[in-house]
């Protein structure tokens, strides 16, 4: 009975270790999301509406300050409102995609960390037209010798039989 009991306590606590594992790697990936900011197509909207809320604004205080027919000074402060908030917009998705592009550049610096790229020494060393001329005539001398060669041996055997 006693070893039935601890059995199902020590069931419970590896239960809740593993619960609170997940929870800790859950926590971490929400972190990290939250500081890569929004996605990439949520920041481009934004910075969109952000421009045209900008350039709205000022239309209708421009309107009202040039004396236009049927602006009021309440265009003049939704004109306002519109700029505060589009300016506003402009900001938060300027900084997202700032850090976006430095967390990109964080990873790639980690990547090249991790793999760096053969030395100069290592990598293959390209060769000029005229180098690569001469290597053709020094492989075909070479072809010719052994040809002469082979055909002097093949006639020295054939007059020794």
Known sequence: ME???KEEVEQ??????KLSEEEKAE???TENSKDQGLPGT???LMLLAGFYLVYTGYKLCSNVLAGE???SWGFMVAGI????IGAGMLFVSGKNLLRRNQAKREAAEQEREQN?????EEA???????ERARLAESVAEKEAQEASEKENTDTEDSDLE
């Open 69 to 71: 027919e049927g602006a």
């Open 116 to 120: 760096p790229q053969p030395d100069a």
């Open 12 to 17: 419970t606590q590896e239960t809740e270790i």
């Open 81 to 84: 409102a519109f700029l505060v």
């Open 27 to 29: 926590e971490t990936k």
């Open 42 to 44: 949520s920041v481009g």
């Open 3 to 5: 070893d039935n009991k």
């Open 124 to 130: 293959p060393k390209r060769m000029s037209i005229a």
